[in-house]
């Protein structure tokens, strides 16, 4: 008896419309790009498209730039797990900024595993020089 062969691939990837996770709907892409502005509340990551792996538990994780938690201490990177609902299957992996501004800069890397093999991997670069968020973030600095 032949085994299925799973598919993975990364399907879109950069800043998308905002999304609430509560939502069935996946966010929709806004720009293909890996440069982020540095804006409160922008949106951004990758979707997957997983075929042929129905019931395969994926684990995902997303490391920041050394961000501090209320107490200063360096937050662990975001990780979790997902088990793939069904043979065409899509799936959202992103985060957004959020206040401070200035802690969050720097690269943000996203990836997805299944059994300790990487499946997809992608690295955001948020910096001020990539959009108004230099503007932002100069204003509420006075300047």
Known sequence: MSKLRSFFEITSYGIYK??????????????????????????????????????KKLRYCIFHPDIPDDRGDIMPPFEGDVYVENNDWDFYLGDTIWPPLENKLGDWRMIIELDGKVLAEKTFSVLVEHGDGEIQFWKKRGY
């Open 18 to 55: 905002h999304w609430d996770e509560k939502d069935k709907a996946l966010p929709k892409i806004k720009t293909f790009t890996t440069d982020i502005p540095a804006e409160l509340d922008i949106e951004f990551g990758f979707i997957i498209n997983c075929k042929k792996a129905k019931g």
